[in-house]
Structures are given as structure tokens and as C-alpha cells.
């Protein structure tokens, strides 16, 4: 056969790793045999990549294969599969846990990438294996057409009850300001403003990025002297980080503060990235954690239904959320890990530990919180819309105590079922790339808010 391939990648991640790793992936797509068309180095951007379609157009590429390196939008996956009518695959790539940051955050890329790919009814293989190991026989059955992505199918409206009519209560009339668009390439932070009218009660707002950093940078020079002092009471560290980048990262914080008490809103949707850091200069997940220990959700990348999902579950739990994208599953530890930069709430901390001030590991400015989960009974839920299907996707997993698995906000959970079984249903479900985690077993009011909104069920 010849194997068209397209190695992609991004500048922002280690990218001597993700050579290393693009070489380990190379040699064993050579041993398959099948004559290996295409490009064999990263490929950075759009023009790199549409001229890598165009080789593999020319080649007469037979079945195509997406080396997800590092993570990328699924813009480009999206633009390949519709380029060919031949077979699609993904291989993406775990990382070690090392306590450092996501060198690659591979994982993502291919969550993204399922997502988008199942709303354009876009069929594919994939395979998340690390290419130095033992990987000859999954990556050929890959190509032979044997691990499709499939889509599963959802499970009934549950039957609404009254706890379930009290979440969903509760969020009916509340209000979520949407600060920036999403980015490129993240279909799974879509919205439509009337089908969240319809199916939550939930208003959205859409405000300018350029009026936060507007109305941050107006404060009065001591604006964030009082939300410096709960940093000091809960960071260590503070004083080793830029000073000017955080003070403008705080003064985030008074600005949300004051949007929110303008428009009464209930939860934010923020593009985080990269405007905050390139245009403004300071990080929001440190403010985003503040925000969501007081109970006031913030969904990075305007993610609009993330919000809403937080608003859910927090209803559901009576406490603080936290928005996490899901970075590994590692079948032979039977684990996986949640992560995000820095925003988790600060009650969420592994006891243990005392919380750090740090910095965006590929932006390089504050404030980010940094801390392991505290182990414990945890829900997963999302609000999801994936194959174009309003539903809810629901999850139960135990945290453990383990080391900080990378750094930021970070948790290895143990799901109820397999890792393996889990990882095969979250590609296979398309499931967007954030969830929101709480503490406690909630799925039973969960399930009758589902029904109360009248959202099927699909419990992974």
C-alpha cells in the first residue's frame, strides 16, 4: 500500500522531543513494509501542510496517516480528511509523567481532531501509542482498517426528578459572558447562542477581548493589591515571578470581578490564549482559579458550553468546579490525567502540598496556580454537542494520590472501568476535549437534570 503521511506539529511545544519521537514513529511505519509517501519532518503551519496534501495528492496516496507529534487545532485534520477520499488515520503519542510540562500534549490534538472530524461524518483509525514501545501490531491493525473510530450510540432521556428539576433550576435564567471567540480549529468550543437559550435558559453575552484588557488596564494603580493578598495566603513563590506581568494578571481578576457585577453573570467563557499573553501580557488562569474556588465558573478558549457544564455540575455538587482537559490514559497503569494549565480551585489542592506561583509553560508569564489533585470520589460531566447531538456525557473516577503528573493543575484519576475501554469510548463518542470535574459522586442528580432538559444520556 502507499501510505501517505503528514507529520503535524507546533513550534510552541518541545520540538527537539517531537523530532525525537517523529523519528521512533517513522522507523516503525518503515517496518510495516508499505512504501511511505510524504513529508518527513514537522509540519508547523498551514502552507507547510496544505503542500504536504498536495504531495500526497500527487503521490497517489492510498491511505493516509495524521502523526499527531505534538497538539494541534483540528483545523488542518479537518482540511485533510476532506482532501481525500482514501482511508484516514491519526497516531498520536503519550508522554512520559514526569512532573514537567506537557512537552507534546499529543493526546489533545487527537481529542480535538475526533471531535471535529465526527461533526463532518468523517470516519477514521487511530492510535495512541508511544512509538519506542511494542507497537508494530496495533499500528498495522490501524491500517488495515481494524481500530475505526466508530460512534456510539447515545442511551434515552432519563427520567426527570426533582433533583434533577432543581439543577436545572437553577441555571435556567443565569447569564455567561462569552469574552473573545474561540480559536481556530476548536470546533469543540462552538456554540449557538438560541439552542443555549433553548435547551438551559442560559443567555450569552458576547463581549470584545479588547474590553477586558481595556477596562484591566484603566484600574488605579493599587486595583489589585487586595487580590495580591489572597495570591500571598495561597501561593508560595509569588515573589519570583514577574512583577509587571502579575500584577496585569491580577488585575484580570478586578476586571472580571467588575464585568460580572455590571452584567450579573454566572459564568465567563474567556479566549484565553494568545491575546492575553501577546497583547496584554498576563495569564488568566490564576484569576480563573480564584474565580471558580467563589463559585463564578471560567471556561478557557470561550468554550460557551464548558461554562454551561460547570454551571451544571456545580449546581449538582454544591461546589467549586474545575474545567480539566483529559492529557494521557496509560492502560498498563490503568490511570489517566487531568490537566490544565493552572486554574484548578485552590480546594482541589492534595492537602499535603502547598500551592506554587508559576508561569505558562509555553508562554512564559504568571499567575498560573500549581498543585496535584487531593485524591478522592470524583464526577466528569459535559455538556456535549458532539456528532451534532445535544447531549450529556457523564463519567465516575476515583483521584490518587500520586506526584504532580505535569505541571499546572494536574490529577491521575483511576476510572471505574478499564482505562483502555474508557480512552476507545471517549474518541468513539467524539467527546469535546473539556470536561468538568468535581468531587463526590453526583451522577444520580445528574441524570435527572439530563432529564429535566431533556439531554439523552451517555455515561462512559
Not at 252 to 270: N, R
Request: charged share 20%; aromatic share 6%; proline share 5%.
Amino acid at each position: 500500500m502507499k501510505l501517505g503521511i503528514l507529520p503535524l506539529g507546533r513550534p510552541t511545544f518541545d520540538v527537539p522531543f517531537a523530532e525525537e519521537n517523529l523519528t521512533a514513529m517513522l522507523s516503525q511505519l518503515d517496518a510495516t513494509g508499505h512504501e511511505i509517501v510524504g513529508p518527513r519532518e514537522l509540519l508547523f503551519d498551514e502552507p507547510a501542510t496544505r503542500a504536504g496534501i498536495d504531495t500526497l495528492k500527487s503521490a497517489g496516496a492510498e491511505h493516509v496517516v495524521v502523526l499527531q507529534v505534538t497538539f494541534t487545532d483540528a483545523s488542518m485534520t479537518v482540511a485533510i480528511g476532506a482532501a481525500f477520499d482514501v482511508p484516514l488515520s491519526i497516531w498520536s503519542i503519550p508522554e512520559p509523567r514526569l512532573g514537567g510540562r506537557l512537552r507534546l500534549n499529543s493526546f489533545c490534538g487527537l481529542n480535538l481532531a475526533s471531535h471535529a472530524l465526527g461533526l463532518n461524518s468523517r470516519q477514521f483509525g487511530w492510535l495512541y501509542a508511544d512509538p519506542a514501545g511494542d507497537v508494530a501490531e496495533d499500528l498495522s491493525a490501524m491500517l488495515a482498517g481494524d481500530r475505526l473510530s466508530g460512534q456510539l450510540p447515545l442511551g434515552d432521556v432519563p427520567a426527570c426528578t426533582e433533583a434533577g428539576q432543581a439543577i436545572a433550576k437553577a441555571v435556567n435564567g443565569k447569564r455567561i459572558a462569552r469574552i473573545g471567540e474561540h480559536p481556530a480549529g476548536f470546533d469543540t468550543c462552538a456554540y449557538d447562542k438560541s439552542a443555549m437559550k433553548d435547551l438551559s435558559g442560559v443567555e450569552v453575552d458576547e463581549l470584545a477581548l479588547d474590553d477586558l484588557f481595556d477596562l484591566a488596564r484603566a484600574l488605579p494603580a493599587d486595583a489589585a493589591a487586595e487580590v495580591r493578598q489572597l495570591a500571598d495566603a495561597e501561593l508560595s513563590g509569588l515573589d519570583e515571578v514577574d512583577p509587571e506581568e502579575l500584577d496585569r494578571s491580577l488585575r484580570l481578576k478586578v476586571g472580571l470581578d467588575m464585568l460580572k457585577e455590571k452584567g450579573g453573570y454566572g459564568a465567563f467563557a474567556i479566549r484565553c490564549w494568545p491575546e492575553t499573553f501577546t497583547e496584554y501580557g498576563g495569564a488568566v488562569c490564576g484569576p480563573a482559579s480564584m474565580l471558580g474556588e467563589a463559585r463564578v465558573p471560567c471556561a478557557c478558549e470561550a468554550d460557551v458550553y464548558g461554562a454551561l457544564t460547570q454551571m451544571v455540575l456545580a449546581a449538582a455538587a454544591d461546589a467549586p468546579v474545575f474545567l480539566t482537559d483529559l492529557v494521557d490514559m496509560d492502560a498498563g497503569d490503568n490511570t489517566g490525567v487531568v490537566w490544565h494549565c493552572g486554574q484548578a480551585p485552590i480546594s482541589m489542592i492534595d492537602p499535603d502540598v502547598k500551592a506554587e506561583a508559576t508561569i505558562h509553560t509555553n508562554r512564559k508569564q504568571p499567575l498560573l496556580y500549581q498543585f496535584p489533585l487531593k485524591p478522592g470520589e470524583v464526577t466528569l460531566m459535559r455538556i456535549s454537542q458532539a456528532h451534532g447531538r445535544p447531549h450529556m456525557v457523564l463519567s465516575h473516577a476515583t483521584m490518587l494520590q500520586r506526584s504532580m503528573a505535569f505541571t499546572g493543575t494536574s490529577g491521575v484519576l483511576r476510572f471505574a472501568r478499564a482505562a483502555e475501554d474508557v480512552l476507545a469510548d471517549i474518541i468513539a463518542s467524539g467527546l469535546e476535549h473539556h470536561m468538568a470535574l468535581a468531587y463526590g459522586d453526583h451522577r444520580e442528580s445528574l441524570r435527572g437534570a439530563a432529564g429535566a432538559m431533556g439531554l439523552p444520556l451517555l455515561e462512559i
